[in-house]
């Protein structure tokens, strides 16, 4: 099920499915160890001896952000209990700390006892083998703990704070479901303690006025050890758990900057689908630098992995994204991460854990002729030098790029050198798709962005040699895009060369959005013939023409495709295809008048952005961007995975409109072809 809200700091990060249960909480590393491995933690309400989990039928949900900031809200209403329940969660700015307040309003004009529970299905380190959960007299929590990992659960409610009602137990065990049933007639066992498998449940009183409101709260707070969990309750007594989701509304408020934008004519759902896109992006994105592709947990039952890993080209996308909307600071990180993870020959490696470990990987080591080959998608190395150049364009902080100088220009010496010599252009290798291996027109685009942003940063550090040497490999890989990539018949670039046994090259044709690559990095500019040409026949072969719109990836697209060779659906429209239209529009305006052809497809995204489907068992509103809208409903075709590259792209799209020319994208325009002088310091490290 897509996850309908997330919430995070860079450390914690938790996410509630669309029937309001949590269902991910990854600590201490965003997208590293789900300490609940994707299982429910549900909550529940008694009044009058009737009982209902949230989860359940009888509920009418309503699940959305507070604007502007990463605080929930959430209605719920239950006409059976004659109830409606106001929520609101956050997780702190700086603590590893949930704090989950509910208002309770009562419409059957009597006054009530109310009780809410909240059930806790903790598998510390992802698996539930060796788990404690106790009842701590010190703190008046629950606390389950192994090894390292610490979880502290209480509440207040009617009689302040502290936990009364509880209940520990075994789950999955001699047929145990686990402590949600005890909760189920109002009543807790009180067990003080349980090992092993194990689950918990807490619950607290409120007195709700007749026709009238109460509110009481629940945290979750996480450390390494009993006492790092007991001063953090500690804190949330002595402050009380309000002061937490305060202050973190105004942090996110102080953050995301709405007033910092001029908007112009963009409609107010862009402008508000634009400033939500940046706060979801920093949900993903670890402290220490990894830009995570997607914390959906769902996958694993699939696939038995997870999108929870930092792919660098998708992480280059976002930092350039963060970067141009003035984010600087969040991706500093994420430039020192990529500089320790290339390889001894220059290289960036598939994809990564959270911790900077190399993460698991599809992309074979042995060719198909039985030779050696590298498993790399090499557009991921050359768009992280690409988006580091873009960042130093604006910030000039030299003292960053110092000690990373060496790597990247042991990448860009890779970038230069892993080339056929016959036709000047990179050696095969995988797609962004990661559907085929070739010579793909995006993967080269992204090279010369690539070797040109190492040009550019050889120049300022005075490294003459190596700047004259990176810009002749990328003048040599444009010539071998005009004359390998560009075909002459059809006007247009081909998708890429596939390499045969023998070493000669076959053309694929077919019209694919990735060719926008051939633009985007600076290999060409975006008002170009031959890029006009191109971006005309991805307009004419892939727009989708159904009611729902949109453009497909490529030509016969089969992801999710159930056409059945209807002529007008291309594939299943993709929200990354459809914003690069917007931006081919947005690069080569010249007036105020070609900058407006940007709104449509920023209004279609703003528009099919979650959630689209009937079936949806309530209202939410997130603006997270799965892959694609189904071709003909509209409705998401695929859980919300992903969705890193698809909201960076709105960002960055955004903040190209948003932001004055002196110090936007417009400007940078220019800015990709511009040295800087040459500095007497010297190359750093």
Request: glycine share 8%; aromatic share 10%; hydrophobic share 40%.
């Amino acid at each position: 099920m897509p996850r309908a809200l997330t919430l995070g700091n860079g450390d914690l990060l938790v996410n509630f499915d669309a029937r309001y249960n949590l269902v991910d909480l990854y600590w201490p590393w965003v997208g590293r160890e789900n300490q609940t491995d994707g299982h429910v933690c549900r909550m529940g309400v008694w009044a009058d001896g009737k009982f209902a989990w949230i989860e359940d039928g009888s509920w009418q949900r309503k699940l959305a952000y507070r604007a502007d900031t990463l605080v929930s809200q959430v209605e719920l209403r239950n006409d059976a209990l004659g109830l409606t329940l106001r929520c609101c969660d956050a997780v702190d700015f700086h603590e590893p700390l949930l704090v989950r307040e509910v208002e309770i309003e009562d419409r059957t004009g009597r006054a009530r006892e109310v009780r809410l529970f909240w059930h806790h299905d903790l598998r510390l380190f992802g698996y539930d083998l060796g788990d404690t959960v106790f009842f701590d007299p010190k703190t008046r929590c629950l606390v389950h703990y192994k090894a390292k990992r610490y979880v502290v659960l209480g509440c207040f409610g009617a009689h302040g704070y502290g936990v009364r009602r509880w209940s520990t137990g075994k789950k999955g065990v001699a047929g145990a479901q686990g402590t949600f049933v005890d909760a189920e007639d109002g009543v807790l066992s009180q067990n003080p303690i349980e090992q092993g498998s194990v689950d918990s449940t807490l619950g607290t009183d409120v007195q709700v006025p007749a026709s009238g409101k109460a509110k009481c709260h629940m945290f979750v707070g996480l450390g390494e050890n009993y006492e790092a969990v007991r001063e953090l309750a500690g804190r949330v007594e002595a402050r009380g758990a309000d002061v937490f989701v305060r202050r973190t509304d105004a942090f996110w408020r102080l953050w995301v900057a709405r007033d910092s934008f001029e908007y112009g004519e963009l409609p107010k759902e862009v402008v508000d689908l634009f400033l939500r896109s940046l706060l979801l992006l920093r949900t993903q994105i670890d402290n220490r630098g990894a830009i995570i592709a997607s914390n959906d947990h769902d996958i694993v039952a699939y696939a038995r992995d997870t999108y929870s890993y930092m792919w660098p080209r998708d992480g280059a996308i976002v930092a350039a994204a963060l970067d141009a909307a003035g984010h600087t600071d969040v991706t500093r990180q994420f430039y020192k991460f990529c500089a320790r993870s290339i390889t001894a020959d220059g290289y960036l490696l598939h994809k990564y854990n959270p911790d900077g470990s190399t993460a698991s990987s599809w992309h074979p080591w042995l060719g198909k002729e039985g030779g050696e080959q590298l498993p790399i998608q090499e557009d991921e190395t050359a768009l992280v030098l690409w988006a580091a150049w873009q960042r130093f364009l604006r910030r000039r902080d030299v003292d960053m790029v110092k000690p990373i100088f060496r790597n990247l220009m042991r990448a860009a010496d890779f970038l230069a050198s892993w080339r056929d010599p016959s036709t000047g252009l990179p050696w095969p290798s995988y797609d962004l798709w990661e559907e085929r291996r070739g010579v793909l027109t995006w993967t080269c685009g992204a090279v010369v962005g690539g070797l040109r942003a190492a040009h550019g940063f050889a120049s300022a550090f005075g490294e003459t040699e190596m700047a004259e040497r990176y810009q002749r490999a990328a003048d040599e890989v444009r010539r071998g895009m005009e004359e390998r990539l560009w075909d002459p018949k059809l006007q247009r670039f081909v998708r890429m060369l596939e390499r045969k046994a023998d070493g000669s090259y076959v053309a694929d044709t077919a019209v694919d959005a990735s060719l926008y690559g051939a633009w985007r990095f600076g290999a060409f500019a975006p008002d170009d013939p031959k890029i006009e040409a191109t971006m005309l026949a991805i307009r004419e072969k892939l727009c989708v023409k159904t009611d729902v719109g949109g453009v497909a990836r490529y030509e016969n697209d089969p992801y999710q495709q159930r056409a059945n060779g209807d002529r007008a659906v291309p594939g299943n429209p993709w929200f990354i295809c459809t914003l690069w239209l917007a931006q081919h529009a947005i690069a080569k305006a010249k007036t105020i008048d070609d900058l407006r052809e940007c709104i449509p497809p920023l209004s279609w995204v703003s528009k099919h952005a979650l959630p689209r489907s009937r079936r949806s068992p309530g209202r939410t509103r997130s603006s997270s961007l799965p892959r694609s809208p189904g071709w003909r409903s509209g409705r998401p075709s695929t859980s919300a995975q992903l969705a890193a590259r698809r909201n960076s792209s709105t960002g960055r799209l955004m903040a190209r409109c948003c932001r004055t020319p002196s110090t936007g994208e417009r400007a940078l325009c220019e800015s990709d072809r511009r040295e800087l002088r040459p500095s007497n310091s010297g190359a750093p490290g």
